[in-house]
Every structure is written in C-alpha cells, then in structure tokens.
C-alpha cells in the first residue's frame, strides 16, 4: 500500500477576522463552510491558479475537502480544505486559498484563519475537544505559534489544542 507523500502546509494567517474582509473597503461578509463537490472541482484547476491537485484530496475516502464561500454567493469559492478526523483529533492535510485571495492584490483577508476556525469546531463536533493537528513548513512555525496559538509538537507537527481552538472558534462562529 502506498503511503501519500506528506505535504508541508504553507499558509498565511493574514488576518483573524469575524468572517471574512474585503480588502479595500474593509467590508466583513457571513461565510458558509460546506462540502466541495465533483462538479466545483472541475474549476479548481492549476490552470485557474489553483496550487493543489484537490480532485486527488477529493478522492481519498478518509479525507472530507470543504469549500469556504460567502453565505449569499455559493458559486464562488474562497478556499479549500482538506479534512481526516482521527481517533483523537481532526488532522488538515491540505489548505489553500483561492487564487484572488493570495498574495499583495488578494480581494478577501481571513479565508485560512476561518477554514482552521471550521475545522476546529469540526474537532469538538466529532468528541476530539478542539484538537487540529498539521504538518508545517520550518520557516512558518513561529508564525502559526504566534497567529493561531498552534504548538510546534516536534519536527514540523503543529498543534492546535482547545483552548486555541475556542478562541478560533469564537472570533469566526457565533452561534
């Protein structure tokens, strides 16, 4: 049986905001985090700027991918996911932001704060108390410390526990 190569996450919490925010007018707009389906995948492509193959996440069966989009814009989606709950936790395999949400031009601020947010409280839903664990990139360690109050568990695990995870939880869901 072949394992899956391990990916070193490399996201940027650019900023923890109530939902998401509109770059230019600092507009916030209500998200949904809901299942990706086999037909929104066939946009999400690296010829549309998409970094990772998701149809590949999409298949596996241990894994859930979800898509973060604005509550009265379905169609549009600004980031994905890639979810596996464990025995004792919820493990993120994969997570990306929409193309127009990266980089110095970016349209919305908060997409990967709000999808650790969901997958948290994903966590509590499924009995694991909040805990999110990741693999990360060495350079982005301190910052995932510092913007999330993840754990560096040892070599480029990263942990979320629950008192992290409700403070997640709270700035993003507030019901």
């Excluded at 910052?143 to 629950?162: K, P, Q, R, W």
Aim: aromatic share 12%; glycine share 6%.
């Amino acid at each position: 049986m072949n394992k899956k190569e391990q990916i070193e996450l490399d996201f940027f919490i650019d900023k923890l905001t109530n939902s998401i925010e509109n770059v230019n007018s600092g507009d916030n707009f209500p998200t949904e985090v809901s299942l990706v389906t086999a037909t929104e995948l066939k946009r999400i492509t690296k010829v549309n700027g998409w970094k990772f193959n998701w149809k590949s996440e999409f298949k596996a069966p241990e894994r859930d991918v979800y898509k973060l989009t604005i509550s009265n814009n379905p169609t549009i989606i600004q980031g994905l996911v890639s979810l596996e709950v464990k025995s004792d936790h919820v493990y993120m395999h994969l997570i990306e932001s929409a193309p127009f949400n990266i980089g110095k031009n970016k349209t919305y601020l908060g997409v990967p704060g709000n999808l650790i947010a969901f997958a948290c409280r994903l966590s509590f839903q499924r009995g694991n108390d909040g805990f999110l664990s990741f693999v990360a990139k060495t350079k982005l360690i301190k910052h995932y410390e510092t913007s999330l109050g993840a754990y560096h568990f040892g070599g480029h695990l990263m942990v979320i526990d629950n008192v992290s995870a409700l403070k997640l939880i709270d700035k993003y869901f507030k019901d």
